[in-house]
């Protein structure tokens, strides 16, 4: 797995399209938090295939979120 940061990739694009034919590229944001992965179009079609209709899962809910779900399930049941 290959890891590059964003300017890197945008200057070197093809290089890059072409490294994820065979390992996930990895484009960071100011070469710490990670943006995205780059990968084959198999790839892609494979995992996507595997997940089935919904490739792209919701975002997990913060603690919050799910302290309001439960309060207003209260809130209903009075």
Known sequence: MTT???????????????????EPVIVTSRGVRRRAVLVS???????SA????AP???PPRSTQEEVMDEV????QDL
Do not use: C, N
């Open 4 to 22: 590059v940061s964003s300017a890197h990739f945008r200057a070197h694009l093809s290089e890059h399209l072409e490294r994820a034919q065979r």
């Open 72 to 75: 207003m399930r209260f809130i």
């Open 50 to 53: 595997a997940l089935g209709d």
């Open 56 to 58: 792209y899962a919701a």
């Open 41 to 47: 179009a198999d790839f892609f079609d494979r995992a």
